[in-house]
């Protein structure tokens, strides 16, 4: 729902064919075992807290970032309906923000847009893990918990 500009980013093994922070351009190298462990930490808990699934993509988008993005959401597994994708593309400098309906009643435009605003920030400064962490805290904390925990 949400596309930002002049993003700083880099590729991970989702796709292997765009730029790495590494000079040897492997795979394995671009993020250090405790950024992935903090990516993951940081979607499971962003799924679980809301209910709603999480997934990240960090790579090309094509030249139809936003197509490929919503491609990519509804290929993400079982219930799309409530699914987010936030997809970064690196050398284009562009983060998709995908949400299916269900998720969409819980996370408006303004609230990806501002988001994906936290992220572009820290992108900038060089913290491409820092940027997708708090963006996903910004996302779960706007979506709240599922309407079966609410007391």
């Known amino acids: 729902m949400t596309r930002a500009l002049e993003v700083e980013s880099h590729d991970t093994a989702t796709d292997q064919t765009g730029p790495s922070r590494t000079?040897?351009?492997?795979?394995?190298?671009?993020?250090?075992?405790?950024?992935?462990?903090?990516?993951?930490?940081?979607?499971?808990?962003s799924s679980r807290e809301t209910g709603l699934r999480f997934t990240l993509y960090i790579g090309d988008l094509g030249p139809r970032t936003r197509v490929q993005a919503e491609e990519l959401h509804a290929?993400?597994?079982h219930h799309p309906i409530d699914a987010v994708l936030i997809a970064v593309s690196?050398?284009?400098?562009?983060?998709?923000?995908?949400?299916?309906?269900?998720?969409?009643?819980?996370?408006?435009?303004?609230?990806?847009?501002?988001?994906?605003?936290?992220?572009?920030?820290?992108?900038?400064?060089?913290?491409?893990?820092?940027?997708?962490?708090?963006?996903?805290?910004?996302?779960?904390d706007q979506a709240g918990h599922p309407a079966t925990l609410r007391h």
């Open 23 to 45: 000079d040897e351009g492997a795979p394995d190298a671009i993020f250090t075992f405790q950024e992935l462990a903090r990516l993951d930490e940081a979607l499971t808990m």
């Open 75 to 77: 290929r993400s597994g």
């Open 90 to 140: 690196p050398g284009q400098k562009v983060v998709e923000v995908v949400t299916g309906a269900g998720a969409a009643r819980r996370l408006p435009d303004r609230a990806c847009a501002l988001a994906v605003l936290s992220m572009t920030t820290s992108f900038a400064s060089g913290d491409l893990v820092g940027g997708i962490v708090n963006g996903l805290r910004q996302l779960s």
